[in-house]
């Protein structure tokens, strides 16, 4: 069989749900660049059977940078003394909450470095205001911890729980994050699933060192976990950091490991990130158009926003309420439209199954 007949033979079999093995999956991240619109187009069409037309929001607030881990890729980094670290206080956190219900959105996502300061109790308290004042559905995203603290965030009232993966190999996981492991990461992820967290997690794409093999090992550990909302984005390096200089700024790869996770998973959440828009401008667009259906705006207050620098560069700096203006017009443009509901991943598949 041709190459071409091959891969229109297995975009066939993945769209109506043929179960993709790792050869499947290294075959479309290795293809040669011609057939990705291909790929991105069925992805597409899974998207719409499997979740709708709808793009979800989820309205960020990035509440302290302070972080006790020193991960080689983040700006954040303990080691970062670049950084102007900055903590919001718990009437700034339910300001901006308020911020995101009036706004029109339905969920709030709490997001920081590793940051000790805000215990147990402190946080659980603040999952009960923003529940109370606003309604809102509440996702954290705030790192590892021990399970009674994501049990007490889970009986307080938290809905979700982000916590991205990275990479799926255990050896450059360690090299990238150290003092952390790939199984203690991956034990958090289960337990947050067992005590019925919406559990994302996610990855980089572009690391140094990155294989495409590990790429669809990420892809598979996603699948192997039921991850309900899947983070996917390059790597983009940040010049305070030890792997400053060695970022590249193709898009095209990880748009296809959006694509593909869509056709692996069928009914998650997958956000069209920012890392992606930073790098290009229409990547968020892209990635709508490859499986992806979800836009997580920034309502972090402008003087913090600027320190959130994770990476360089980052987009959707600028009022919430533009950004918001932005993407309803981008989003029309694409014959797509904005769902202000919670989005949460659907409990049935729509799609017909092929065992
Ligand atoms: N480039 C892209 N994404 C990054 N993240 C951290 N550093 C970078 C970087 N240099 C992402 C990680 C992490 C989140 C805090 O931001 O995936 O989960
Ligand atoms: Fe901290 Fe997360 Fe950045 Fe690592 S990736 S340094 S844990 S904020």
New binding site residues.
């Given amino acids: 069989m041709s190459m071409s007949d091959r891969i229109q033979k297995l975009l066939l079999q993945a769209e109506i749900g043929k179960p993709m093995t790792r050869e499947d999956i290294l075959e479309l991240l290795k293809m040669p660049g011609e057939y990705s619109v291909d790929l991105f187009e069925t992805a597409d069409r899974v998207r719409q059977n499997d979740v709708g037309g709808d793009i979800y929001l989820r309205g960020i607030i990035e509440f302290s940078n302070f972080c006790q881990r020193n ?1 080689l ?4 980094r303990k080691a970062n003394d670049k950084l102007d670290r900055y903590r919001m206080t718990d009437d700034e956190i339910l300001k901006t909450a308020r911020d995101i219900k009036s706004a029109g959105l339905s969920t709030v996502v709490l ?1 920081s470095g590793e940051d000790p300061y805000y215990t147990t109790t402190r946080i659980c308290t603040l999952i009960h205001a923003i529940k109370e004042e606003t309604g809102l559905v509440i996702t954290l995203s705030l790192g590892e911890r021990p399970a009674q603290d994501y049990q007490a965030f889970a009986e307080a009232g938290a809905n979700r729980y982000l916590l ?1 993966h ?1 990479t799926a190999s255990p050896e450059l996981y360690h090299y990238l994050r150290p003092g952390c492991r790939l199984d203690r990461r991956i034990s958090c992820l289960k337990t947050l699933k067992a005590l019925g967290f919406e559990t994302g997690t ?3 794409v572009g690391l140094p060192g990155q294989t495409h093999e590990i790429l669809a090992d990420d892809l598979l550990l996603m699948k192997m976990l039921d991850a309900d909302m899947l ?1 996917i ?6 010049p305070d ?1 030890p ?1 400053a200089g060695i ?1 590249q700024d193709d898009i095209e790869l990880t748009l296809r490991v959006i694509a593909i996770a869509r056709l692996l998973t069928r009914n998650t959440n997958i956000p069209a990130t920012t ?1 992606l828009a930073t790098l290009h401008p229409h990547g968020r667009l892209q990635a709508l158009q490859a499986g992806a259906n979800v836009v997580m705006p920034d309502f972090t207050p402008s003087q913090y926003k600027t320190r959130y620098d ?2 360089p560069g980052r987009a959707d700096v600028g009022s919430a309420t533009d950004i918001l203006k932005t993407l309803e017009k981008d989003v029309h443009s694409i014959g797509r439209k904005i769902g202000y509901q919670a989005g949460h991943r659907p409990t049935r598949r729509t799609s017909k199954v092929i065992h």
Avoid: D, R
Wanted: proline share 4%.
């Fill in positions: 991960c890729y983040c700006g954040l997001q991205k990275e996610g990855n980089m983070g984005g390059p790597f983009i390096a940040h950091t792997l970022g890392a994770i990476y």
